[in-house]
């Protein structure tokens, strides 16, 4: 799958460009918090990307660190892994924004202004993940005539906006700049449903730089 624009130095020919990011799934385990293991190639227009002769399972199998996110979004998603009573991602000296848990019953306003001001901050790739499809079709329908924003799904290769809308069973693996998570309420993440819990530590560690989450009435209270 691909996904996120950003510049930097193609890993194939070594130019700086305007990147893309090519990910490879391999069936094994690895401690990403993923069922599968996730190769990244970033490459630039002119280059196609090969399947990775060489895998490099997340570092955090063999030091307990998350070399993905910022310390103050890693100690937010950790609320999930206390609460599952499981080992907690040990985050690198890498300080953020604070996460932030927005209650709004106008999410569509709040996200459309919220995805200007990410821009504005010069960031590259921006997603808003919903629990299932029925919010990500709800999202897309709503936003996709007033921004640059595509849909992922099972069928998807790759996106070329800035914004993405996806459901949570396909950000296994994907980052990006910012990440907004929508329906965080207690109502739709159970804090008795193991796999409620699950999806949604997967939600929260996707984001690399900044995280808010939308709930309307009552928030998850495993985040409280």
Known sequence: MRCGIEFGKCDICGKEDNLERTYFEYDINCDCHSPKHFELVSHCKDCVPSIPTEIHPYIKAMDGKSYRTTIE???FANKILKHLNVSLAEPVIRHGEE??????NTPLNYIEN???????KGYKSIAIICKNEKEVEKYYTAFKNKLNISKLDE??????????????SLAKGLEFDAVIITNVD????DKNNILDMKLLYVALTRALHELEVLYDKDLCEVLL
Request: charged share 25%; aromatic share 8%; proline share 3%.
């Open 73 to 75: 979004i890693m100690n």
């Open 99 to 104: 996460v932030k848990t927005i209650k709004t």
């Open 114 to 120: 919220k995805i200007q001001e990410y821009k504005d």
């Open 155 to 168: 069928n998807s290769l790759s996106y070329n906006g800035e914004v993405c809308v996806l459901p949570i």
């Open 186 to 189: 207690n109502d739709n993440y």
